[in-house]
């Protein structure tokens, strides 16, 4: 379905695969201070150790002069004393060192909110903006591996003796880094059988996640951070589950963090094997594949669009007397609205149509000319069927004029109805019988969605083929060119073919988008004209293929079939409102209407 104007060889990048922690370098960092309050005291001490899988890379340390008094408590703690520190260096010329020492590192400290909020404060007084160090606590992963069994509290004095950390800490700055280098490094073994191999695995380590969800992480490392779809697959390589996102690897990633909170989901997590990525050139090309691909496999748990063949249509009888019909396919070229995602929804537009208008709703097929008249019903007795059964040699004439009714209604202005059903609802409500009258706007929504959808779907699906394209990655008004001019962008380029996405590809940057084009309807997947005037795809796909055209910056490149696009002024810019003004403003009105009865 996609193509590029040229293929180039393609590296995945760290972020797309991931940084092993052993290629991580780490600055183990501790603080000794005047107090615990990072506003009103002052850092004493500052100590740190350099580390990259497993093997010190150097250390830092330095007295640091905190500009006042250190208390007799903080002393007698550290044995820093405030002679100590009298002729030591400011903190405005040791920070400078310590950041150039910890340049491009992930900080290491525990409880580091302590420590990195001294840090960050400095920086803020020395008027230093903060480098956005990646950030690693201790405490909050002991606490998610170490139990109360093996310690009776997650101090570092504590975790230091349960791992035999060669230093043992003594509240001075140096001795405190190089011990939590070790508790960190037994934190590490701990995680990895739980799947935490990688840097960014750090950033969920310490969520709520179950032991065997969190172990099938690996299962995103080797997927690609772009746009697409995946699929979980089970022990059999059956499809459980088909999602997308702009970014496979990291939507992947997500389904083994406490941010996934659904059951269902979870167990699936826990069943799957394996997980395959299909790229897409487009975010469009991704929905439409996902939507495909549930339909294919009819994942089980996955919710919606797995049976695009449940869509039903409502529809005028082809025959003498014409009845409206609920159906599952639209195989000629009567009239209809739809598609409903449901046969109840199909039924409550009919019966608006039958409040609307004495349509017939008896089922025999009548014969035009009749030789015995039958015998009238109940509804023709109240006047919501005119009965053409009764006629007897010669054709009833004014059922004509009903039918003709109704299929105007169907293809054409349905103000008959809107205008019947909101008088009926605004007689209901002023004699307070709420209840039918909710009943009747549900019909009137009922009949209203599915007109409004086959106003939108039925000249896309007779197009036989429509080129569109807009500025990729461009966000602003339609019509309106971007700084530098339209040369700056690559072109989102997408074919369709009665209603359903043929191909799609993306141009790179200043390059003529018309050789693309060209490709990708040379290549185009081939579709046959349907039937019946339905898109020749999943009805969702056509809705999403409209949103797509509907989009800002879009541009109309090619039409050709039965259906004129209206075009307006010297860009091109397609009007992809596909009902006319007057049936969009009725539209509109119905549904205004139906709202406010309903509130």
């Given at each position: 379905?996609?193509?590029?104007?040229?293929?180039?060889?393609?590296q995945?990048?760290?972020?797309?695969?991931?940084t092993?922690?052993?290629?991580?370098?780490?600055?183990?960092?501790?603080?000794?201070t005047?107090?615990?309050?990072?506003?009103?005291?002052?850092?004493t001490?500052?100590?740190?150790?350099?580390?990259?899988?497993?093997?010190?890379?150097g250390?830092?340390?330095?007295?640091v002069n905190?500009?006042q008094?250190?208390?007799?408590f903080?002393?007698?703690?550290t044995g820093?004393t405030?002679?100590?520190v009298?002729?030591?260096?400011?903190?405005e010329?040791v920070?400078?060192?310590?950041?150039?020492?910890a340049?491009?590192?992930?900080l290491?400290?525990?409880?580091?909110?302590f420590?990195v909020?001294?840090?960050r404060?400095?920086?803020?007084?020395?008027?230093?903006?903060?480098?956005?160090?990646g950030?690693?606590?201790?405490?909050?992963?002991a606490?998610?591996?170490?139990t109360r069994?093996?310690?009776?509290?997650?101090?570092?004095?504590?975790?230091?003796m349960?791992f035999?950390?060669t230093?043992?800490?003594?509240h001075?700055?140096?001795?405190?880094?190089?011990?939590?280098v070790?508790?960190?490094?037994?934190?590490?073994?701990?995680?990895?059988?739980?799947?935490v191999?990688?840097?960014?695995?750090?950033?969920?380590?310490?969520?709520p996640?179950?032991?065997?969800?969190?172990?099938?992480r690996?299962?995103?490392?080797?997927?690609?951070?772009?746009?697409?779809?995946?699929?979980?697959?089970?022990?059999?390589e059956?499809?459980?589950?088909?999602?997308t996102?702009?970014?496979?690897?990291?939507r992947?990633?997500s389904y083994?963090?406490?941010?996934?909170?659904?059951?269902?989901?979870?167990?699936?997590?826990?069943?799957?094997?394996?997980?395959?990525?299909v790229?897409?050139?487009?975010p469009?090309?991704?929905q439409?594949?996902?939507l495909?691909l549930?339909?294919?496999?009819?994942p089980?748990?996955?919710?919606?669009?797995?049976?695009p063949?449940?869509?039903?249509?409502?529809?005028?009888?082809?025959?003498?007397?014409?009845?409206?019909?609920?159906?599952?396919?639209?195989?000629d070229?009567?009239?209809?609205?739809?598609p409903?995602?449901?046969?109840r929804?199909a039924?409550?537009?009919?019966?608006?149509?039958?409040?609307?208008?004495?349509?017939?709703?008896?089922t025999?097929?009548?014969?035009?000319?009749?030789?015995?008249?039958?015998?009238?019903?109940?509804?023709?007795?109240m006047?919501?069927?005119?009965?053409?059964?009764?006629?007897?040699?010669?054709p009833?004439?004014?059922?004509?004029?009903?039918s003709l009714?109704?299929?105007?209604?169907?293809?054409?202005?349905?103000?008959?109805v809107?205008?019947?059903?909101?008088?009926?609802i605004?007689?209901?409500a002023?004699?307070?019988?709420f209840?039918?009258?909710?009943?009747?706007?549900?019909?009137?929504?009922a009949?209203v969605t599915?007109?409004?959808?086959?106003?939108r779907?039925?000249?896309?699906?007779?197009?036989?083929?429509?080129?569109?394209a807009r500025p990729?990655?461009l966000?602003?008004?339609?019509?309106?060119?971007?700084?530098?001019?339209?040369?700056?962008?690559?072109?989102?380029?997408v074919?369709?073919?009665?209603?359903r996405?043929?191909?799609?590809?993306?141009?790179?940057p200043?390059?003529d988008?018309?050789?693309?084009?060209?490709?990708?309807?040379?290549?185009?997947?081939?579709?046959?004209?349907?039937v019946?005037p339905?898109?020749?795809?999943?009805?969702?796909?056509?809705h999403?293929?409209?949103?797509?055209?509907?989009s800002?910056?879009?541009?109309?490149?090619?039409?050709?079939?039965?259906?004129?696009?209206?075009v307006?002024g010297?860009?091109?810019h397609a009007?992809?409102a596909w009902?006319?003004a007057d049936?969009?403003?009725?539209?509109?009105?119905?549904?205004?209407?139906?709202?406010?009865?309903?509130?």
């Amino acid at each position: 379905m996609s193509t590029t104007a040229a293929d180039a060889p393609y590296q995945a990048s760290f972020d797309e695969l991931g940084t092993p922690l052993r290629d991580v370098t780490f600055v183990v960092v501790d603080l000794e201070t005047t107090g615990t309050n990072a506003k009103e005291g002052g850092i004493t001490e500052i100590g740190a150790v350099k580390v990259r899988g497993g093997e010190v890379l150097g250390e830092f340390q330095s007295l640091v002069n905190p500009g006042q008094p250190v208390p007799a408590f903080v002393a007698r703690l550290t044995g820093i004393t405030t002679a100590m520190v009298s002729t030591a260096p400011g903190i405005e010329l040791v920070l400078p060192s310590f950041l150039e020492f910890a340049h491009g590192s992930v900080l290491v400290a525990h409880n580091a909110p302590f420590d990195v909020g001294f840090l960050r404060t400095a920086c803020d007084r020395l008027g230093y903006p903060w480098p956005g160090f990646g950030v690693v606590d201790t405490v909050t992963l002991a606490r998610r591996v170490v139990t109360r069994d093996e310690a009776p509290n997650h101090k570092l004095s504590t975790l230091a003796m349960l791992f035999r950390a060669t230093v043992t800490p003594e509240h001075r700055a140096l001795a405190d880094a190089r011990a939590t280098v070790d508790v960190l490094h037994a934190l590490f073994e701990r995680f990895a059988p739980l799947g935490v191999t990688h840097l960014e695995d750090l950033a969920t380590a310490t969520d709520p996640v179950p032991a065997d969800v969190r172990r099938k992480r690996h299962l995103a490392d080797d997927l690609p951070q772009a746009p697409g779809v995946y699929l979980f697959r089970g022990p059999g390589e059956e499809v459980l589950y088909v999602g997308t996102s702009t970014n496979i690897r990291k939507r992947v990633r997500s389904y083994f963090t406490a941010a996934e909170k659904r059951r269902r989901i979870t167990e699936m997590v826990r069943i799957a094997h394996a997980v395959t990525p299909v790229v897409c050139a487009t975010p469009l090309e991704a929905q439409v594949r996902e939507l495909r691909l549930i339909s294919e496999h009819a994942p089980r748990y996955n919710r919606r669009s797995k049976f695009p063949e449940r869509a039903t249509w409502v529809r005028l009888t082809d025959e003498a007397y014409p009845r409206l019909s609920v159906v599952r396919d639209v195989r000629d070229d009567a009239p209809h609205i739809g598609p409903f995602s449901s046969r109840r929804a199909a039924l409550e537009a009919v019966d608006a149509l039958h409040d609307a208008l004495p349509i017939r709703q008896c089922t025999p097929r009548l014969p035009l000319v009749a030789r015995v008249a039958g015998s009238p019903c109940a509804l023709a007795g109240m006047g919501r069927c005119s009965a053409p059964c009764t006629a007897v040699g010669e054709p009833d004439t004014g059922y004509a004029a009903v039918s003709l009714a109704a299929r105007q209604a169907l293809v054409g202005d349905p103000s008959a109805v809107v205008r019947a059903l909101s008088d009926r609802i605004a007689r209901l409500a002023g004699e307070e019988r709420f209840e039918e009258a909710g009943e009747v706007t549900r019909r009137l929504r009922a009949f209203v969605t599915g007109a409004h959808r086959a106003q939108r779907l039925d000249p896309l699906a007779r197009c036989a083929e429509l080129v569109a394209a807009r500025p990729d990655g461009l966000a602003g008004p339609a019509g309106e060119v971007p700084p530098g001019g339209w040369a700056r962008y690559g072109w989102e380029v997408v074919v369709v073919r009665h209603g359903r996405l043929a191909a799609t590809g993306v141009s790179r940057p200043g390059e003529d988008p018309w050789p693309l084009v060209e490709a990708l309807r040379s290549t185009a997947e081939v579709v046959e004209p349907p039937v019946a005037p339905a898109p020749a795809s999943h009805p969702e796909e056509a809705h999403l293929v409209l949103a797509w055209l509907e989009s800002p910056g879009v541009r109309l490149v090619h039409v050709s079939g039965e259906w004129a696009c209206p075009v307006r002024g010297a860009a091109a810019h397609a009007d992809l409102a596909w009902a006319s003004a007057d049936v969009r403003d009725r539209l509109a009105e119905a549904t205004a209407v139906a709202t406010m009865a309903a509130c």
